[in-house]
């Protein structure tokens, strides 16, 4: 299975909207648009995840700069989300920097 990632999106577009979309490519196992978790509005961008790969490199090659609902989308291969934490830099957490006065050590959790 090929998840790709699908931006730009109009607020219109709903999870039926991006599988009636990228359907004609191929089985699609899965199309969600994503919602901001306090509105429920869409975050403007989405995913189609695709039972066979050339099905996904194909929908790549062919939506990618097209109109979707009003709205020129960019179609690429999704990313898979960093479960490290991410690259953020500054400073570290485990208890510095809120003033209780005790010393915490997770190492030894």
């Given at each position: 299975?090929?998840?790709?990632?699908?931006?730009?999106?109009?607020?219109?577009?709903?999870?039926?909207?991006?599988?009636?979309?990228?359907?004609?490519?191929?089985t699609?196992?899965e199309?969600?648009?994503?919602?901001?978790?306090n509105?429920?509005?869409?975050?403007?961008?989405?995913?189609?995840?695709?039972?066979?790969?050339?099905?996904?490199?194909?929908?790549?090659?062919?939506?990618?700069?097209?109109?979707?609902?009003?709205?020129?989308?960019?179609?690429?291969?999704?990313?898979?989300?960093?479960?490290?934490?991410?690259?953020?830099?500054?400073?570290?957490?485990?208890?510095?920097?809120?003033?209780?006065?005790?010393?915490?050590?997770?190492?030894?959790?």
């Amino acid at each position: 299975m090929k998840k790709i990632f699908v931006g730009s999106l109009s607020w219109n577009t709903t999870d039926q909207g991006l599988q009636d979309a990228f359907g004609r490519f191929g089985t699609v196992t899965e199309a969600k648009v994503i919602n901001d978790r306090n509105t429920n509005r869409s975050r403007g961008f989405g995913f189609v995840t695709f039972e066979e790969d050339s099905a996904a490199e194909k929908a790549i090659e062919e939506m990618n700069g097209t109109m979707l609902d009003g709205r020129t989308i960019t179609v690429n291969e999704a990313q898979e989300k960093r479960r490290d934490g991410g690259g953020g830099g500054g400073r570290g957490g485990y208890g510095r920097g809120r003033g209780d006065g005790h010393s915490r050590n997770y190492d030894n959790d």
